[in-house]
C-alpha cells in the first residue's frame, strides 16, 4: 500500500495507533467520498483547459477518476494511515498513474478548500432532502386536515380543556410552522450554494486558475468571494443545524402530542402498529416508540447545533483542524432532523384519529365558557371583563346554568341576566361546540369553512414550494450529467 | 391599588411573595410595554371600526391610552400582584375609565395573541437594530480593508505562518461573512413580520374581527395564517437567537485575533485605550478587555439559543406558561450581540495596525515555501506533489537556498533542480512575499488589484442592504405615524 | 466623585458610555460586594497581623470596612466609571480616608484573586441554600408518600398505563433522585470551599503574607494549592451549572406529571389556587403555570451551563476578561434552581390528590397483563415468552378473560389454558391492581411493606443529610462572627 | 433466522426499514453487549438459586450464556428486525435452547432494568478508564513539571505579558485542576454504582426475587433503592457527561497554550512530529493538529451533555423510549474525553520546552513592573495605589529607568523616589525576573522553593488515587471473575 505522501517530506512518521486515528477523519470521510471524485474531476479539467496540466496526465488521471465515480473510490484509500480520504485518494492514484503524473492533481488547490468544497454539495444534498422531506409532511398534514375540517375536538392552553377547535385547525398550524422550516432551508440553500473551490490553502494561488468554470462545473451559483473567508467559514454548518434543530423542537411538539392522544386517558389518536412497540415484560403494552424517539430528535440535534457553535468559537484565521471536528455533527444533526421528517410523515398518513371521543370531550372541561362570556357581552351589554368574571364564578361554582350563573352575576357585579334576557337555550347553543367553533370564522380561526379555504390556499403554497425544490434539484442532477460528460470527452 | 381582575372570578388568590414572583413576567415585561400601548390603540380602533366596542368607551379608552403613549404606562401597572403587564394594565385603565368601559379592550382578543404581538414587535425593532449595526462593522471592515491593499501580513492556518496575504485580504473575508449574517437577519425579519393579533386564545374569536386591518396598522405585511400557529409558535425566537449565535461565533474570532495581534509577541495591533483596561496589580498591564469580553458573548448568547430550544422541546399546543420563560433569553441574547456589534465597529475603527512589524513577519517561517514548489512545477516541470516533498524537506533540514534544495530533491526524488535550471535568484523573487501576494489574483484572491476591486463590488453590496433596512425601518416608523394619527382622530 | 484610580497610570480614559457599560460587571458585582467587605477584612487583618501594613493604616482601614459591613458599601461605588466593584469600593475609601492609607489595602493582592475568592463565598452560601431546599422538597415528597402508601394508581411507561404501583412508590422515586442531586451539591461545596486570597494576580506576591490565616477567618478549609489556578479555574462554577442542570431535569419530570395529572383526562391532582394562574380570555381556566414556569427553568440552567463551558473553552492561562462574562449566568442558573426548589415543595405540599379516580384508573389499559402472565409462569409452568405472547395476543382481540386467553394460547402456542388449570377465579384475583402491588415487595418495589420501610430509611437519610448541611452553615456563620470580632478588635 | 418474539403477541409487524431503522438501538447497543451477557448470567445465577427457574433450563441456559461470553454474542442476533440486542440475543438462545427454555430468561426482569444495569455497568468501565487516564496525564505533568522548577517564563493575563513565573508553576496549575477532575469522576462512580436490575419494568416483580445477590455478583454498591427511579433515572449519565465536559474545557485551555505556543512567534515548544500535520499544499508547514481537534473535543462533550439534557426534560414517569436515544451520546462523549486524556498525555511527554526562548520572553514587556511597584512600597513606604499608579505611568513613557520613573512620580504624586532613596540598582535587581520569582514563595507561588514542595505534595496525592482507582478496578475483575467461577459451577 501507498504511504502517506502528504507527510513525506515535513515529519517523521511513527504515529500511534492512538494518535493516526485521533487525526484521522477517515470515518466522517466517507460521508463527503462520492462528492470528493466530483470535484477532483471538475478540477482537473479546469488545470487542463487552463493549460496548467499537461494533456496527458490529464487524460491519465480523468481515467482513474472516471473508475473511481463508476466503481466507488477503493477501499484502500479509507485506510487511517492517511489524514484523510483526500491524502488516501491521491496515494491511490498515484499508484494507479505514477506520481509524475498523480502528483499534479492537487496543483493549484489545498484539502481546506477541496474539503469545503466537498461538504457544501454534500450539504446541498441534505437540504435538499429536508426541503422535500418537510414538503412531504406538510403534504400529509394538509391532506388529513382537508378530511378532518369538520371533526371537533377540544384545543388545549396548558393542556388544559380550553376552547372547542377542530382537527383540521390542529393540523394546520403545524403545517404553518413547516413551511417556514421549509423556508429557512431555502435561505440556507441559497446562501451555501458558492464554491470555495480555487480559495486553495486560503490565500487563492499564483496558478492561472479559472474558479467561474469549476463553480460551474459543480453546480455552484458563483465562486465565493473571499478565498480566506472560503476556506474559514462554517457558519453556513451551524445554519444548518440550526434550521434543523428548531424544525425538530416543532415537530417535537406534535410527537409529544401524539404520545399524549395515545394514552389510555386520551384515546385521540391510534397509532399504526409500525409505528410502534410493546413491552418485553407487559405484554398488554403498544407504545408509541417512534413519537418518543423523535421527541429525543431535538436533544440530538441541539446537541450538534452546540457542538458546532462551541468548536468555532474563537478560532482565528484561516483553516484551524478543529474544524475537521465539526464535520461529523453537521451529518449526524442533519441525519436525526431527516429521518424524523421521514418517519413523522408515515405516522401521521397511518394514524387513525378517534373523531368520536374528541367530539365528547370539545364539551368538557367548560370549553365553550369563553363563547358564554362573549355571548353575554355582544347581546347582553356586559363589559367583558365582566362576563368573564361571572362566568370564571359559576365555573368555581361548579355549572354553567342559568340558576348558577345568575347567582354568579349577583355577586360579582351585582347583576341580574336573567333580567337581561338571558335563557336557558340561550346557554345552550352557546356551549355547543359545532356552534362555538362555526362561529369562530376570522382569518386563520378554526371554522370549517376558514380552514377549508386555509387548505386550499396553502396546497398552492406547497406546490409551489415543491416546484422550488425541484428545480434545484433538477439543476444539480444536470450539472452532475454534464460534468461527466466533460470528463469523458476529455479522457476519450 | 386595582387588584388583578383576571384572577378574580375563577381563583382565589392567597399567592405568597415567592410564587408571586415566580410566576410573575414584569421584569421581562418591560421590554414589551411600549409596544403594548401600540397594539392596545390597534385593536381598539379595529374594535370601534368593526362596531364591536360602541363609540363612548372607545373614545374614552383612546384618550388614556395615547396618555399611556405619550407619558408611560403608569408605574403602579408594574406591580407583581399583576401577572404580567397586560394585566396590571387593564387594571390601571379601569381604575381611570371605570369597568363598563376599561373591561371591554380586551373584547376579542387574549393575552396570548396580545404577547405574541407585541414580542414580534419589540423584535423586528432589534433585527432593525442588529441589520444595521452590521452594516456599520461591514463599513468599518471595508474602509479598514481599502487602506491597507499593499499591507503584507503573514496569513495563518493552524495559527502558523502559512502563506503571505495582506491586511484587506483578511478583513475582507470577515466582511463577507457578516454580509451572510445580514442577509440571515433580512430572512428572520421578513419571516417574522406576520401579525398574532386576532389569534386571541389560539381559536381566534367569534366577534367580527378585521386582522388585516390590525396587522396593517401594526406595520405587519399580513395576519398569521392559523391562530393555534400564531399564539404558539417561537421558531422565530429560535431562528433570531441562533442568527446572533452564528454572527457572535464569527466576531469572536475576529476577538480573538485582535487579542492575539495585541500580544508583546505579535504587536500586529494596538487598541485604543478606550477599548482596554489595565491591571489592579500590574501597572504596565493594556490588556485588551472589550475584544475578551466579546469573545465570551458567544458563550452568552449560544446559551439563550439553547434556553430557548430546550424550553420548546416536547411542548404540546397551543399556548404553555412554558413560554413566559423563553422571552427573557431571547432579549438577553440579542442585546448581548448587538452590543457586541456596536463595540467591535469601534475597536476596529479606532485601532492602529502596525504595518511594519506585519511585512517583517511576513517573509518568516517559510510562509513562502509554497509559491516555491509552484514554481517547480510551473517552471522546471515538476509534479506537485514532488515539488511539495522536496520543499518539505529543505525546511526540514533548515533552509531554502539553492544547496538545500538540491540535496532535498536529490533525496526524495533523485533529481536535480540545478540541471534544471533553478537558481538562486528565482528562489530569491518566489521567497518574496509581495511577488507571491501579486500573483495571488485569482477571484477572491489577496493581490492587491483583486482585493481592490473586491473593495468596490462589497461596498455596492453594503449600499443596497444599508438601503433595505433603512426601507423597513422607515415603514415601521411611517405605521407607527400613521396609527397615532388614527388613534387621534378617534380620541378627538 | 473619585475617579477610576486604577486606569490612572497606564491609560488615558475618554470611554464613550456603551464601552464603559460593556467593559463594567457592575451589575453583577451586587450580587459579591457584601462579601467583598469580608475579604477587604480577612485580608487587612493578615497585612496588620504580618506587619505589611503599619497599625494607622490598617485601624482607619478597618473603620471604614466595618462601616461598609453595617450600613453596606455607598451606592456611588457602583457607578458604571468604575470597571467593577473593587474599582469603586477602593475610590471610595481613599475618599474617606485618604490615599495614603487607602491606597494600601489592595497590596499583595489582585482583583483576581479578591473576586474569585468572593465568587467562591457567595456561590458556597448558594450551594449551602440549594443543600437546605432539596432537603425541605425530600421532606415534602417523603411526607405525602408516607400519607399514600396505600394509595394504589396505574404506574406509565411511555405514558401508557404499565403496570399498578402507588403514590407512594411514584414520590418515593423523585425523592431518591433528589438525594443524588444533594450529594453532588455537597461534593461541590467540598471541592469549592478552598480560598484563592493570596494569588494576586496569578503568580502570587513577594510580600510575606500568611494564605492560611485569611482562609480561615474567611470559612474556608484550606488555600488553594496552586496560585495561578486559583484565579483561572471556573470548573467549580461549571460543576454547580451542572448539578443544577440535573436537578431541574428531574424537577421538570415531576412538573410535566403534574400538567399532565392535573388535565380534564386525567385528574389525579388539584394543584392549589395559589400556584395556578387562570385565562385572561377564557374563564373557567384554572393552569399549572407554575408547572409549566418550572419545567422551563431546565432550559434557563442548561443555557447557563452552555454559556459557562463554551466562555472557558480554549482560554488561556492565566486570568482573561472573557471570565466576567461567565459569573452573572452563575447566578442565573443557579437562582432559577433554587426558586424551583421552593416554589415545588409549596406546589406538591398544598396539593389534593384524588385517590379515587387513581384507583379507578389502576385497573384500566390490562395493566395488570404482566401479573396475569407471570401466575401463568409461576403456576402453570409456561414459559416467559410464551405468557407473555399469549396475554400479548389476548389484547390485541379485546380482553383478557379465560375464552379469548384460551383462544390466544391455541393461536400462539397450541396450547390450552383451561387444562393447565386456569379459571376465570385465578385470572380475576391476577388481575385485581391490590393484589399485583401487594405481591411487589422487593427490595424498592411497590408493595406498601416495601414503601412503608422505604420511607422510614429514606428518613434517616434525610435528616443525616439536614445535619450535614447545617453544620456547614454554622461554620459559615461562625467563621463571619469570628471575623467581625478580630475586625472590631483591630478597629478598636 | 429467529424473529423478534417480543412484538410476536401485540403487535403487527410489517414495518419499513426506515422505521426498523429508526426504532433499532442496534448500533448503539453493541457497546454494552457485553455486559449484557454478564447480567443475564447474573440474573439467571439467582433466579436458579430462588427456585423461580428449574434446574435443567437453568443449566441449558447458563451453557448457551458461556458460549457468548467465550465467543461473543453470535452476529444474528445483531439484525435490525430485532429492536435491540436484549430482543436479538434472546431469539438467539431460543433458537439455541427451544423457547420452553430460551423462554425463561426473562422472567423477573425487563428491558427497562436489564439496559439500565448494562449502561451502567459499561460507564462504571469508562469512569475508571477516565480515572486512570487522568492520572497519568497528572503523572506527566508533574514529572515535567518537576524538571522545569527553575524554567522562568513570562506569566500571561490577557495573553499579555503579566509577571513572570515558571514552567513548574504553570503546569503545576493544570494538574490541580485535573486532580479535582478526578474527585469528580470518583463521586460520580460512587453515586453511579447502584443496580437496577431487579426493577424490572419499573414496579419490581411478583416473584421472589434477591436483588442484593445479583447486585453482588455484578459488583455492584448495592441495589438501586426504588425501582421507579432505577429504570427511570439517567441523571448519572448527565452527570458523567457534565464532568468529561468540565474536563475537556480545561483541557482545551492547555491546548490553545500549545498551539499558541507553537506558533512561530512564540516559539516556547515543539510538539514531536507524531503529534503534528503537515499542509497538503504547504511543505514547510508543521501544525499542531493533535491540539487543535483536542481542543475541538470540549464541543463534542458539551454538544452531547446539551443532548442528554434536552431529552431528559419533562419525560414523565417511568420509562419512556426518549432515554435510548440519550445512550449514544453518553458513549459519545466520554469517548471523545477519552481519548483527549491519552492523546494529551503524550502529547505532553514528547513535547520540547524551549526554555532558552523562554527566559528571554520572561523579562520583557514590562513583566517585572509589579515586582518594582511593590518594592517602592515595602521598602520607600508609598502606598501601593500611588506606586502603582507611578510605574504605570512610566511605562506609557516607555521606560523603567530612573529618570522616567522619577518624572512619574512627580506627575502623579508629586512626590520624589531619587530622595526616597531609589537608585539604579535597586531598580535593576527589581527587574530581574529571577529574582521576582524566587520572592514569590507563598503556598501556591512560582518561587522554586514552593513548586518544588508541591510537585512533592501533588504527587503522593496522585499515587492515593492511582491507589483508589487500582483497587475500584480489582474489585470489578473480581466480581467477574467470581460470577463467571458461580455460573460454570451451575453449567457444570
Known sequence: MQRDLVRRGRLSDDRTGEVMHFLSSMTADREIADMDVLVDMAHLLMLSRQGIIDREAAVALMRALLGFYRDGIPAEAYDEQFEDIHAGKEAVLIGQVGEAFGGRLHMARSRNDEVATCIRMRLRRELIALMEETCTLRGVLLETAAAHLHTIMPGFTHLQHAQPTTLAHHLLAYEQALS???????????????????AAAFASTG??????????????????????????????????????????ATTSRLCEEMIIWSTAFVRFVTLADDYSSTSSIMPQKKNPDTAEIMRAKTGTVAGALVSALTITKGLPMSYNRDLQELTPHLWHGIGAAEESLVVLAGMIRTATFNTEKMAEEAGKGFSTATELADVMVREFGLPFRTAHSIVGRAVKMGALDLDTLEAAAEEVAGLSLRERGLTPERIASALDPAVSVAERSAVGGPAPAETGRACIGRKEYLTADRTRVASLKKAQEAAVTELIAEAERLAA
Chains 1, 2, 3, 4 share one sequence.
Open 180 to 198: 417556514r422550516d421549509f423556508a429557512r432551508f431555502a435561505d440556507a440553500y441559497a446562501r451555501l450554494n458558492e464554491c470555495p473551490l480555487g
Open 207 to 248: 496558478f492561472p486558475i479559472d474558479r467561474e468554470y469549476t463553480a460551474r462545473l459543480l453546480g455552484f451559483d458563483r465562486p465565493m468571494g473571499n478565498s480566506m473567508d472560503a476556506v474559514s467559514a462554517r457558519d453556513f454548518a451551524i445554519e444548518a443545524l440550526a434550521d434543523c434543530a428548531t424544525m425538530t
